[in-house]
């Protein structure tokens, strides 16, 4: 089958493509190379992929790209591309969400409605749409109330799908990921940061005192929901992907010193700002529909990501 995916140089997006190439799907990726993270990474993110045959790859901005061109013949789309990170969501910063979460999405959604061999348009959200939630584990039925513009911006992102599947029949279904993990991390997230400072002897940030929790969730074990919802989500539908690895980041750090062989040093900082403080989900759903289900424990999705960092370091010389 043909597929698009768009913020293919990704840690999500391209560890997805490879996954679908596997399979032998031909696969067609986008990707603005925003300056979020360095376009170094991003490029070792693809390298191996742009050897591959079966995928094509466009550098370029949905926003001005051909999507009619881009969309043609292709069976399903995974619109993954969105500028992440909570805490740069504030203040001036926000136009960039704006336009690459919801001005981007819109485009896609309107390229989608003419795409006549279209079976399925997966688009990836956030759990940081249920912002602080009362109770816990959350259900796709708990009131979505983001406590980041970041959030808000997802949030738009799936109600601009679930209205051009209602209204224009654009087989959309939602998907909601609890925090990704694994090889290929993006270096801005918690686990990349504290297993690289360990590895140099440099002391940890943690915010508010370490005692949130996160539904840690593998990043194989993403890839494969995606591949499933592609194939028997609803359309018009919300799914939580979570993998079933809640723990706090003071737990999370204790892992990782075990890892490492030595105790972390720990720089103590207050509350972030949007910074949601529990998040768990409920799979229920996508279990029943689609077979989710995710099966690598935090230990050993941690010790993976450790590896990798640790060949990484090394191959640098640092």
Not at 92 to 120: P, R, S, W
Not at 128 to 140: F, I, M, Q, R, T
Request: aromatic share 10%; charged share 25%.
């Amino acid at each position: 089958m043909n597929c698009l995916v768009t913020g293919a140089a990704g840690f999500i997006g391209s560890a997805l493509s490879e996954k679908l190439l596997a399979r032998g799907h031909r696969v067609t990726g986008i990707d603005n190379f925003s300056p979020y993270y360095s376009e170094t990474l991003k490029n070792a993110n693809i390298r191996l992929l742009k050897k591959n045959g079966k995928f094509t790859f466009y550098r370029g901005d949905i926003l001005r790209a051909e999507l009619q061109q881009l969309i043609k013949g292709a069976r399903y789309v995974f619109h993954l591309a969105a500028q992440a990170g909570v805490r740069n969501s504030w203040g001036e910063e926000f136009k960039i969400y704006t336009d690459n979460n919801i001005l981007a999405t819109q485009k896609l959604l309107e390229a989608a409605k003419e795409a006549g061999a279209l079976k399925k348009f997966i688009f990836a959200s956030s759990s940081s749409v249920y912002g602080d939630a009362d109770e816990l584990p959350v259900k796709e039925t708990t009131p979505a109330n983001p406590v980041s513009p970041y959030g808000v911006s997802k949030l738009a992102g799936e109600k601009l799908c679930l209205l051009y599947e209602k209204n224009y029949g654009v087989p959309a279904s939602v998907l909601r990921l609890f925090t990704v993990y694994g090889p290929g991390q993006r270096p801005d997230m918690a686990f990349n940061i504290f297993i690289k400072r360990m590895l140099k002897g440099d002391p940890l940030p943690v915010f508010a005192g370490g005692s949130q929790t996160r539904d840690f969730t593998y990043i194989d074990d993403i890839t494969e929901g995606m591949v499933l919802a592609a194939r028997k989500s609803i359309p018009g539908e919300v799914y939580n992907l979570g993998g079933g690895n809640r723990i706090s980041l003071n737990g999370a750090i204790k892992v990782i010193e075990e890892l490492a062989g030595k105790k972390a040093g720990v720089l103590r900082k207050g509350e972030a700002k949007g910074d949601v403080k529990h998040t768990w989900s409920d799979i229920s759903k996508a279990k029943k529909q689609f077979g989710y289900s995710p099966k690598t424990g935090i230990a050993e999705g941690l010790k993976k990501e450790f590896e990798w960092l640790k060949n990484l370091k090394n191959q640098q010389g640092v």
